[in-house]
């Protein structure tokens, strides 16, 4: 799908209250997040190495799984005053790209913690209808599907090197087709993105990451 804005973004529109609040609950939680990822870290290189491949060069390599890995610590968060403060934006950003998608849910917010060497390699949080919809046990998620990607970054980019959530637009978007998206390294800016483009965060090689990232779903495509 060609689409004229493929993510809209907003630099430093939540403040440090709020993106300390973020990490200290999310802190406080982490043990309920989990390491995706038991592999050795210096399989952070495959990341890097193919960053800027296709799925199909990699399959053709041999080494799809590999840079498919996460490397990170998760906490999820259901507390209402996140949701009060982004869905503000979420709808803003639906408007003004021109999708205009329809979805009724925000799952649970994942709080994120990258140290050193973890990352997330390519992917899609809604590649399409049969692997984005659920079987899960709150029947207000049965048969939904993720429209919409949200991701919130809670550190300034200096503290951190690395990290950057990177975009592959796919090929026919030619030169263009690779994005890093360095705009959001300001402490409290927020991406939001269709949920179907394929993502990665580079691996972090210097200092952490914090991030919030939160899925707005609804009905099957029609």
Not at 27 to 56: F, H, P, R, V, Y
Not at 144 to 152: L, Y
């Amino acid at each position: 799908m060609i689409l004229k804005k493929p993510y809209i973004y907003y630099n430093k529109v939540f403040d440090d209250s709020f993106c300390k609040k973020v990490i200290d609950l999310g802190l406080s939680k982490l043990q309920d997040g989990q390491t995706s990822d038991k592999k050795d870290s210096a399989n952070a290189e495959m990341t890097i190495a193919g960053a800027d491949k296709t799925k199909e060069q990699l399959e053709k390599e041999g080494v799809l799984e590999k840079t498919f890995m996460r490397k990170s610590k998760i906490a999820w968060l259901r507390e209402q005053w996140i949701y009060n403060s982004v869905l503000p934006f979420i709808n803003d950003a639906n408007k003004i790209a021109g999708w205009k998608w329809d979805f009724d849910t925000i799952e649970q917010a994942q709080f994120t913690r990258y140290t050193e060497n973890e990352f997330y390699g390519w992917h899609a949080d809604g590649n399409s209808d049969h692997l984005s919809v659920y079987n899960n046990s709150n029947s207000t998620m049965t048969g939904k599907v993720r429209k919409i990607s949200v991701t919130i970054n809670l550190v300034d980019g200096n503290e951190y090197e690395g990290g950057n959530l990177k975009f592959d637009f796919g090929p026919h978007a030619g030169i263009n087709r690779f994005k890093e998206i360095t705009e959001i390294r300001p402490k409290g800016s927020i991406v939001i993105f269709p949920s179907f483009t394929y993502h990665q965060v580079t691996p972090v090689t210097k200092g952490t990451r914090y991030s919030l990232v939160l899925w707005c779903i609804g009905k099957p495509w029609r």
